[in-house]
């Protein structure tokens, strides 16, 4: 029992560290990168605390370097789903029972513990396991899990001060804020070592338990995410991680009477399956469950005429080529004003030019290769369809190669077809195209922009004119979850633009925020009366 209220401060963003020549973390990172390469490593499951290697042996390649193998994980049985669920119901009491403080500190020594010993160990999984450059796994791999950590912590805090008023005098009400009844299960992807780590991490905070099955692209990191969460403090049972084949695993969860919420992050067509699924089983839980969703993106660049065309560059530029694309975030269409195309096209065909592409070894490479064979196959189609059709123009890149890795030259597509197929279908590769209006149809452009597709995740409108930020803001209110003024609209930060979009990209829940803490929380609210009534008749009854 608590005897004083405790007071998480404000956090601060933890600081992405550069890697520059010389550096500290540099030659750190360096050393945890050649370790990892030292031997290949067994990827256990875990369950109620137990490293489970049972299954059909998988190897792990960089996607870099396929030909070399970091290490095995064992693709998990129908018992493991079992056994997780049976795990996490049997750690819920305990758990949720512990005073949030108690909840809170684990996951605030995980961050200190990732900021501090993990960091080269997690950054170096992170780009051996998901061809990840230095800098792009510094800040999702290390900085913004440590955020979501943090800032968690502080507003689950702040969400628990939140009580009802008093009134009539005589009586407290009081708001306790549970877990759900249940276990939850979390679905993660491979692009953000980060969101793998939270999805499963935000729901325990809030005193739940929970089944975690992460991408199989990912787990060479989520093996040293469950061993962060160990050294933390985080009991037995409250994460179990498995590798059970997706559908193998939803025919059991969502079929369990206790399935209490779905917190996912992937495809929208999954997304979609998987709601359906529960739709279908909704007489059989104990609860309605919770579904919290983050999907795909055809994520925009709107640019008016009055903007500056090298600011439009950079923003295509690392808005679609960092990580290869790969982010639900990344720019994948823009709509150029004909009078700055020319200007803007040489920026961009300069600036992309001088990207360097290969392992993650050597710092100087930009851009590494995509996640895997079927990921390389899906985007070359579309690179190699647009070189065979009349309207559309490679501007730069086109070239692609799997002979050693899966490598994706950065390519920027020029379409006549504002409806072209790579204008409305999502990539998730380091492919954008650009369609050139006329000036004067800036209008039409935008609601192009808005009806498009159905995605609402990402987008971006550069302009200098104040009435044509305000318009244009307005007019795509709805085509955005996280939208961007003057900036590319990659690089949201935990507590400074919590993320996520609506249409077909999801809840729009807003990882990193309150609003997601809420939806893994069933609030009691409790009236006291310090003086009960002992007449049953009311005034109003009187002659």
């Not at 059991?252 to 779905?262: N, S």
């Not at 694309?325 to 030019?353: F, M, N």
């Not at 050693?404 to 279908?425: A, C, N, Q, R, S």
């Not at 009806?451 to 305000?470: C, H, K, M, N, Q």
């Given at each position: 029992?608590?005897?004083?209220?405790?007071?998480?401060?404000?956090?601060?963003?933890?600081?992405?560290?550069?890697?520059?020549?010389?550096?500290?973390?540099?030659?750190?990172?360096?050393?945890?990168?050649?370790?990892?390469?030292?031997?290949?490593?067994?990827l256990p499951a875990f369950i109620n605390g137990e490293r489970i290697l049972d299954g059909e042996k998988v190897a792990v390649h960089p996607p870099h370097e396929t030909a070399f193998t970091l290490g095995h994980f064992y693709r998990g049985t129908t018992e493991h789903v079992h056994?997780?669920?049976?795990?996490?119901?049997?750690?819920?009491?305990?758990?949720?029972?512990?005073?949030?403080?108690?909840?809170?500190?684990?996951?605030?020594?995980?961050?200190?513990?990732?900021?501090?010993?993990?960091?080269?160990?997690?950054?170096?999984?992170?780009?051996?396991?998901?061809?990840?450059?230095?800098?792009?796994?510094?800040?999702?791999?290390?900085?913004?899990?440590?955020?979501?950590?943090?800032?968690?912590?502080?507003?689950?805090?702040?969400?628990?001060?939140?009580?009802?008023?008093?009134?009539?005098?005589?009586?407290?009400?009081?708001?306790?804020?549970?877990?759900?009844?249940?276990?939850?299960?979390?679905?993660?992807?491979?692009?953000?070592?980060?969101?793998?780590?939270?999805?499963?991490?935000?729901?325990?905070?809030?005193?739940?338990?929970?089944?975690?099955?992460?991408?199989?692209?990912?787990?060479?990191?989520?093996?040293?995410?469950?061993?962060?969460?160990?050294?933390?403090?985080?009991?037995?049972?409250?994460?179990?991680?498995?590798?059970?084949?997706?559908?193998?695993?939803?025919?059991?969860?969502?079929?369990?009477?206790?399935?209490?919420?779905?917190?996912?992050?992937?495809?929208?067509?999954?997304?979609?399956?998987?709601?359906?699924?529960?739709?279908?089983?909704?007489?059989?839980?104990?609860?309605?469950?919770?579904?919290?969703?983050?999907?795909?993106?055809?994520?925009?660049?709107?640019?008016?005429?009055?903007?500056?065309?090298?600011?439009?560059?950079?923003?295509?530029?690392?808005?679609?080529?960092?990580?290869?694309?790969?982010?639900?975030?990344?720019?994948?269409?823009?709509?150029?004003?004909?009078?700055?195309?020319?200007?803007?096209?040489?920026?961009?065909?300069?600036?992309?030019?001088?990207?360097?592409?290969?392992?993650?070894?050597?710092?100087?490479?930009?851009?590494?290769?995509?996640?895997?064979?079927?990921?390389?196959?899906?985007?070359?189609?579309?690179?190699?369809?647009?070189?065979?059709?009349?309207?559309?123009?490679?501007?730069?890149?086109?070239?692609?190669?799997?002979?050693?890795?899966?490598?994706?030259?950065?390519?920027?597509?020029?379409?006549?077809?504002?409806?072209?197929?790579?204008?409305?279908?999502?990539?998730?590769?380091?492919?954008?195209?650009?369609?050139?209006?006329?000036?004067?149809?800036?209008?039409?452009?935008?609601?192009?922009?808005?009806?498009?597709?159905?995605?609402?995740?990402?987008?971006?409108?550069?302009?200098?004119?104040?009435?044509?930020?305000?318009?244009?803001?307005?007019?795509?209110?709805?085509?955005?979850?996280?939208?961007?003024?003057?900036?590319?609209?990659?690089?949201?930060?935990?507590?400074?633009?919590?993320?996520?979009?609506?249409?077909?990209?999801?809840?729009?829940?807003?990882?990193?925020?309150?609003?997601?803490?809420?939806?893994?929380?069933?609030?009691?609210?409790?009236?006291?009366?310090?003086?009960?009534?002992?007449?049953?008749?009311?005034?109003?009854?009187?002659?």
């Amino acid at each position: 029992m608590s005897d004083a209220i405790f007071n998480i401060d404000i956090p601060y963003n933890e600081p992405v560290l550069s890697y520059a020549p010389g550096s500290p973390e540099r030659e750190e990172l360096k050393q945890a990168i050649k370790e990892a390469r030292v031997a290949e490593r067994e990827l256990p499951a875990f369950i109620n605390g137990e490293r489970i290697l049972d299954g059909e042996k998988v190897a792990v390649h960089p996607p870099h370097e396929t030909a070399f193998t970091l290490g095995h994980f064992y693709r998990g049985t129908t018992e493991h789903v079992h056994r997780a669920i049976d795990a996490a119901l049997a750690a819920k009491p305990t758990w949720e029972a512990l005073p949030w403080q108690q909840r809170a500190a684990v996951f605030l020594r995980a961050a200190d513990l990732l900021a501090g010993p993990f960091r080269a160990r997690m950054n170096a999984a992170t780009m051996l396991g998901q061809s990840k450059n230095a800098y792009q796994s510094e800040i999702d791999a290390v900085a913004e899990l440590c955020d979501f950590f943090r800032f968690n912590a502080y507003f689950l805090q702040e969400i628990y001060r939140d009580q009802p008023l008093h009134s009539p005098p005589g009586t407290w009400n009081r708001l306790e804020y549970r877990a759900l009844e249940g276990f939850v299960l979390a679905i993660t992807p491979f692009n953000f070592t980060s969101i793998a780590a939270n999805l499963p991490a935000a729901p325990a905070l809030c005193g739940n338990t929970v089944v975690w099955k992460p991408a199989e692209t990912q787990i060479y990191s989520a093996v040293v995410i469950m061993e962060l969460f160990e050294a933390a403090g985080l009991p037995k049972g409250v994460i179990n991680l498995i590798y059970t084949d997706g559908p193998a695993v939803g025919d059991i969860v969502f079929k369990h009477p206790d399935f209490a919420g779905l917190h996912f992050t992937g495809s929208t067509k999954v997304f979609q399956e998987l709601w359906r699924e529960i739709g279908n089983n909704i007489s059989g839980y104990k609860t309605y469950p919770r579904i919290v969703g983050e999907t795909g993106g055809k994520d925009f660049i709107a640019v008016h005429p009055s903007s500056d065309p090298e600011q439009v560059a950079v923003a295509i530029v690392r808005g679609a080529f960092e990580f290869q694309g790969q982010k639900c975030s990344a720019a994948s269409r823009a709509y150029l004003p004909a009078s700055l195309w020319p200007a803007i096209k040489e920026h961009v065909v300069e600036k992309t030019g001088s990207l360097k592409m290969g392992t993650v070894e050597d710092f100087g490479n930009f851009v590494n290769a995509v996640i895997d064979e079927r990921a390389f196959d899906r985007i070359t189609k579309y690179i190699a369809d647009a070189k065979e059709d009349a309207d559309v123009e490679i501007v730069t890149g086109g070239n692609f190669d799997k002979s050693d890795g899966y490598f994706i030259e950065p390519t920027v597509l020029l379409t006549k077809d504002p409806h072209y197929v790579t204008m409305e279908e999502e990539l998730f590769g380091p492919v954008i195209t650009i369609y050139v209006y006329e000036d004067e149809d800036w209008e039409k452009t935008l609601h192009l922009v808005d009806t498009t597709s159905p995605y609402a995740l990402t987008g971006a409108v550069f302009a200098t004119d104040r009435g044509v930020i305000e318009h244009a803001s307005k007019a795509l209110r709805n085509a955005a979850g996280n939208f961007y003024i003057n900036d590319k609209p990659t690089g949201a930060v935990v507590g400074q633009q919590p993320f996520g979009g609506a249409r077909a990209s999801g809840t729009n829940d807003k990882a990193g925020s309150a609003l997601n803490l809420h939806r893994w929380i069933s609030p009691r609210l409790i009236k006291e009366n310090f003086d009960p009534p002992v007449d049953h008749r009311y005034p109003f009854l009187g002659e």
